[in-house]
């Protein structure tokens, strides 16, 4: 421990810290631009000189290391004398727009400009004017006001992972600007938003609609993946108008990704559904809410008679609250059934009988940027969970080895130690492989069970490469991603990877594709919670039609695992209730529209992948006649005379849900009774990836349009190995046709030689391949 005094104030340090960092330590403020306490150090901006005893000249605060007896001086007219002069210098080429710039109320330079700058410029020449970039439709510029402070070139080197911005020339010539022709695509583009100290990079999509002292700050919790980012929800005349992100260094640390920072458009689209709706003669009609709830009780109990209450099924979204998850499964084993489910992404639930909890994370997602070996099984991780790769990417280049089993080969912008890109059905014979060389290497005999199943698997290279990898170092973890969750063999994968964990000493996780895919287990939203009436799965609802339908903000034509038998099930019901805050395709089969509020109208709770619980309440009031899911649902369970619904508020019925004292003991539990291992086979047959797009994930972020304007977000193509597109007889960027069984659509097909064989890839969760089967099903292509 070093000892250095800052004005007067002694203060004990590690060696190795900075002035800087010493100074925050004790609440001294050091004005800076380029600083900042997650990127390195670039000591360009020059505005942090403080004056240090004996030293011959001002020193930058962010780069002088402490020493010990160190005196510095950050008030002292010298220091004070040389900050002047630095700021007078930053503004001889900035031109005096503030009055029209978007970062007015908000710049760090307009702020310090008040204390250390002058009352009048010295500066009598022409100033310079740089010409705009365009970075594509999330951020704007305005690049004559950079200082070229450079926060948002490190930002992509260091936290993104690629290098989309640079520096060009020198002196008064310098210039920050993406590589020539190119847009900034990254999924963590908006961060540079907030890394700018002045109004060079503002965004987009709120540029001109609203300045910063007119907007109301209210906290929330983001409801588009699994990760729960903190949010700070920007209100103006009960409209959202932007969202940053509430620095949780457990959570998101100070950073958002683009889906949960420009997602907020989508709660303003013009598909918002503000009055409950009624279909009379194939017409639909607005009607007032006690009609409409009426019309569902009556039609409800009329089925329940006629056809019972396992003729009743309901689908809900895991991007629903806890309360109103509980609430809809409480209605549901109310009148007599558990066909109930939210895992509507699902399509093997062979582990059902087997867990013995909710699964989830298996760790907290602060300690994954401190583990030293890891294996991803199926997850295209920046489209996935952009934060928790980025926390990757952090521990890979702290010295940590990472593997990844999968059927694409993107780039995930960090170095992988070993991968195996295998076709989807092959993924749980490498698996298996990688179990038996663990296994080998840790001279560890496995389960009699799965021993059996294994004895025709032979180890591959790839897989022994795996195995030493993870039997390296001490913290170690596996993952199970969107993509092996969604697999017809999720069950196999899921128990060899829990061997693989428990052979390699590692710890063992599901990274949650949705705001509440672990609350969904805890407040019941599944048909087979012990304790509570079972019934059946999101897939056998589909695949043996119900008379009646209850569905909870989702839209089975986009969120389901199979969307043709969904379609095919919904329109020979006799009744589809539809509660959403969106028009959608439902319009077409349901027979009632509810207008339900999203997470910005609503309070409500999410329980993340990491098993965090966190509460929020609404930022604007209800849009029109648009009611929170959860009172919707408890005048609903009034109406058909269901005991228990007579709840006054959502704290009420989350203390229901969760308990007074939160999350039982072993709720969050990996771990199954048993193995359920079937087979390791691989099969030829021509088999399709569909994965999620990162910008269709859920109802909000489908309609946030800006974000629809993304790379990222550009029409699926059928992409598929050129060995392939010649056994086809296929030429590169012809269209063609998909199949799974009777449906199909027309796409464009693309060569890619970085997937395997036997494999096409093709978007699922898009209007364009609505209508086809299974992600992981198997298909044929011919030519269109």
């Given at each position: 421990?070093?000892?250095?005094?800052?004005?007067?104030?002694?203060?004990?340090?590690?060696?190795?810290g900075?002035?800087?960092?010493?100074?925050?330590?004790?609440?001294?403020y050091i004005?800076?631009?380029?600083?900042?306490?997650?990127?390195?150090?670039?000591?360009?901006?020059?505005?942090?000189?403080?004056?240090?005893e004996?030293?011959?000249?001002?020193?930058?605060?962010?780069?002088?290391?402490?020493t010990d007896?160190?005196?510095?001086?950050?008030?002292?007219?010298y220091?004070?004398?040389?900050?002047?002069?630095?700021m007078e210098?930053?503004?001889?080429?900035?031109?005096?727009?503030?009055?029209?710039?978007?970062?007015?109320?908000?710049c760090s330079?307009?702020?310090?400009?008040v204390?250390?700058?002058?009352?009048?410029?010295?500066?009598?020449?022409a100033?310079?004017?740089?010409?705009?970039?365009?970075?594509g439709?999330?951020?704007?510029t305005d690049m004559?006001?950079?200082?070229?402070?450079?926060?948002?070139?490190?930002?992509?080197?260091?936290i993104?992972?690629?290098?989309?911005?640079?520096?060009?020339?020198?002196?008064?010539?310098?210039?920050?600007?993406?590589?020539?022709s190119?847009?900034?695509?990254?999924e963590?583009?908006?961060?540079?938003?907030?890394?700018?100290?002045?109004?060079?990079?503002?965004?987009?999509p709120?540029?001109?609609?609203?300045?910063?002292?007119e907007?109301s700050?209210?906290?929330?919790?983001?409801?588009h993946?699994g990760?729960?980012?903190?949010?700070?929800?920007?209100?103006?005349?009960n409209?959202?108008?932007?969202?940053?992100?509430?620095?949780?260094?457990?959570?998101?640390?100070?950073?958002l990704?683009?889906k949960?920072?420009?997602?907020?458009e989508?709660?303003?689209?013009?598909?918002r559904?503000?009055?409950?709706?009624?279909?009379?003669?194939?017409?639909?009609?607005e009607?007032?809410?006690?009609?409409?709830?009426?019309y569902?009780?009556?039609?409800?109990?009329q089925?329940?008679?006629?056809?019972?209450?396992?003729?009743?099924?309901?689908?809900?979204?895991p991007?629903?609250?806890v309360e109103?998850?509980?609430?809809?499964?409480?209605?549901?084993?109310?009148?007599?059934?558990?066909?109930?489910?939210?895992?509507?992404?699902?399509?093997?639930?062979?582990?059902?009988?087997?867990?013995?909890?909710?699964p989830?994370?298996?760790?907290?997602v602060?300690d994954?940027s401190?583990?030293?070996?890891?294996l991803?099984?199926?997850s295209t991780?920046?489209n996935?969970?952009p934060?928790?790769?980025?926390?990757?990417?952090?521990?890979?280049?702290?010295?940590?080895?990472?593997?990844?089993?999968?059927?694409?080969?993107?780039d995930?912008?960090?170095k992988?130690?070993?991968k195996a890109?295998v076709?989807?059905?092959a993924?749980?014979?490498?698996?298996?492989?990688?179990a038996?060389?663990?296994?080998?290497?840790?001279?560890?005999?496995?389960?009699?069970?799965i021993?059996?199943?294994?004895a025709?698997?032979?180890v591959?290279?790839?897989?022994?490469?795996i195995?030493?990898?993870?039997?390296?170092?001490?913290?170690?973890?596996?993952?199970?991603?969107?993509?092996?969750?969604?697999?017809?063999?999720?069950?196999?994968?899921y128990?060899?990877?829990?061997?693989i964990?428990?052979?390699a000493?590692?710890?063992?996780?599901?990274?949650?594709?949705?705001a509440?895919?672990?609350?969904?287990?805890?407040a019941?939203a599944?048909?087979?919670?012990?304790?509570?009436?079972t019934?059946m799965?999101?897939?056998?609802?589909?695949?043996?039609?119900?008379?009646?339908?209850l569905?909870?903000?989702?839209?089975?034509e986009?969120?389901?695992?199979?969307?043709?038998?969904?379609?095919?099930a919904?329109?020979?019901?006799?009744?589809v209730?539809?509660?959403?805050?969106?028009?959608?395709?439902?319009?077409?089969?349901?027979?009632?529209?509810?207008?339900?509020?999203?997470?910005?109208?609503?309070?409500g709770?999410?329980?993340?992948?990491?098993g965090?619980?966190?509460?929020?309440?609404?930022?604007?009031?209800?849009?029109g006649?648009?009611?929170?899911a959860?009172?919707?649902?408890?005048?609903?369970?009034?109406?058909?005379?269901?005991?228990?619904?007579?709840?006054?508020?959502?704290?009420?019925?989350?203390?229901?849900?969760?308990g007074?004292?939160?999350?039982?003991?072993?709720?969050?539990?990996?771990?199954?009774?048993?193995?359920?291992?079937?087979?390791a086979?691989?099969?030829?047959a021509?088999?399709r990836?569909?994965?999620?797009?990162?910008?269709?994930a859920?109802?909000?972020?489908?309609?946030?349009?800006?974000?629809?304007?993304?790379?990222?977000?550009?029409?699926?193509?059928?992409?598929m190995?050129?060995?392939?597109?010649?056994?086809?007889?296929?030429?590169?960027?012809?269209?063609?046709?998909?199949?799974?069984?009777?449906?199909?659509?027309v796409?464009?097909?693309?060569?890619d030689?970085?997937?395997?064989?036997?494999?096409?890839?093709?978007?699922?969760?898009?209007?364009?391949?609505?209508?086809?089967?299974?992600m992981?099903?198997?298909?044929?292509v011919?030519?269109?």
């Amino acid at each position: 421990m070093l000892e250095i005094e800052i004005d007067g104030n002694k203060i004990q340090m590690t060696a190795g810290g900075t002035i800087m960092e010493a100074a925050a330590q004790i609440g001294i403020y050091i004005p800076h631009f380029c600083y900042h306490k997650k990127l390195s150090i670039a000591a360009n901006c020059r505005m942090c000189l403080v004056q240090v005893e004996k030293a011959a000249k001002p020193l930058p605060a962010c780069a002088t290391p402490i020493t010990d007896g160190m005196k510095v001086f950050t008030k002292s007219d010298y220091a004070v004398k040389a900050q002047k002069g630095v700021m007078e210098f930053l503004l001889i080429n900035h031109p005096l727009d503030c009055p029209i710039c978007d970062q007015g109320g908000e710049c760090s330079l307009q702020d310090l400009a008040v204390g250390y700058g002058g009352s009048s410029s010295r500066y009598q020449e022409a100033k310079r004017v740089v010409k705009e970039k365009d970075l594509g439709p999330l951020v704007a510029t305005d690049m004559t006001r950079c200082i070229h402070c450079t926060r948002c070139v490190r930002f992509g080197q260091e936290i993104a992972g690629i290098m989309e911005m640079g520096q060009v020339g020198r002196g008064e010539h310098s210039e920050i600007m993406p590589f020539i022709s190119k847009t900034i695509d990254s999924e963590l583009s908006g961060n540079i938003i907030d890394l700018c100290p002045v109004g060079a990079l503002t965004s987009k999509p709120f540029r001109y609609t609203a300045r910063s002292w007119e907007l109301s700050r209210r906290k929330s919790v983001s409801p588009h993946d699994g990760l729960g980012s903190n949010l700070i929800v920007q209100v103006k005349n009960n409209r959202v108008m932007r969202v940053l992100p509430l620095e949780n260094e457990a959570v998101n640390e100070c950073w958002l990704s683009d889906k949960d920072r420009f997602a907020y458009e989508g709660l303003n689209s013009e598909q918002r559904l503000t009055r409950p709706m009624l279909k009379q003669d194939g017409k639909w009609l607005e009607v007032d809410w006690q009609t409409a709830l009426e019309y569902v009780a009556n039609g409800l109990k009329q089925i329940r008679e006629q056809h019972g209450a396992d003729s009743i099924g309901a689908l809900a979204t895991p991007h629903q609250t806890v309360e109103e998850l509980y609430l809809l499964q409480k209605l549901m084993r109310g009148l007599g059934t558990g066909n109930v489910d939210s895992r509507l992404a699902q399509a093997d639930f062979r582990l059902d009988a087997s867990l013995q909890g909710a699964p989830w994370l298996g760790m907290a997602v602060a300690d994954i940027s401190k583990l030293q070996r890891v294996l991803v099984i199926g997850s295209t991780l920046r489209n996935d969970h952009p934060l928790l790769a980025h926390r990757l990417r952090q521990a890979v280049k702290h010295g940590a080895q990472l593997n990844l089993v999968n059927p694409v080969d993107d780039d995930l912008l960090t170095k992988l130690a070993n991968k195996a890109i295998v076709a989807p059905q092959a993924m749980v014979n490498t698996l298996a492989q990688i179990a038996l060389a663990l296994a080998e290497a840790t001279q560890t005999e496995l389960p009699a069970a799965i021993k059996a199943v294994l004895a025709d698997v032979t180890v591959g290279a790839t897989a022994r490469s795996i195995a030493a990898s993870l039997t390296g170092a001490e913290r170690r973890a596996v993952f199970l991603g969107n993509l092996a969750q969604h697999h017809p063999q999720y069950a196999d994968l899921y128990s060899l990877a829990e061997v693989i964990a428990r052979l390699a000493g590692a710890n063992f996780g599901c990274l949650g594709e949705s705001a509440n895919s672990v609350g969904a287990y805890i407040a019941g939203a599944v048909p087979s919670k012990s304790g509570l009436k079972t019934g059946m799965n999101a897939a056998a609802m589909m695949a043996t039609p119900r008379k009646a339908y209850l569905l909870l903000g989702a839209e089975p034509e986009l969120d389901c695992n199979d969307p043709a038998t969904a379609m095919h099930a919904l329109q020979s019901a006799d009744m589809v209730v539809a509660m959403s805050a969106y028009k959608h395709s439902a319009l077409e089969y349901a027979d009632v529209l509810l207008p339900i509020a999203p997470f910005s109208e609503t309070s409500g709770t999410f329980i993340s992948t990491e098993g965090r619980v966190q509460s929020f309440n609404g930022t604007v009031k209800p849009l029109g006649e648009t009611r929170p899911a959860w009172k919707v649902l408890r005048v609903l369970g009034t109406m058909l005379g269901v005991k228990g619904f007579d709840y006054d508020t959502s704290e009420a019925v989350r203390q229901d849900a969760l308990g007074s004292n939160g999350l039982a003991a072993g709720v969050l539990n990996n771990s199954l009774s048993g193995p359920v291992l079937q087979s390791a086979a691989i099969t030829d047959a021509l088999t399709r990836v569909g994965e999620v797009p990162m910008y269709q994930a859920d109802a909000i972020v489908r309609r946030a349009a800006s974000l629809h304007n993304t790379r990222a977000a550009a029409l699926p193509n059928a992409s598929m190995h050129s060995a392939l597109l010649a056994r086809l007889g296929v030429a590169d960027g012809a269209m063609v046709t998909v199949r799974q069984g009777e449906a199909r659509a027309v796409v464009r097909a693309l060569a890619d030689d970085r997937l395997p064989d036997h494999c096409v890839r093709l978007a699922a969760a898009h209007p364009l391949t609505a209508t086809l089967g299974a992600m992981l099903g198997e298909v044929s292509v011919e030519r269109a």
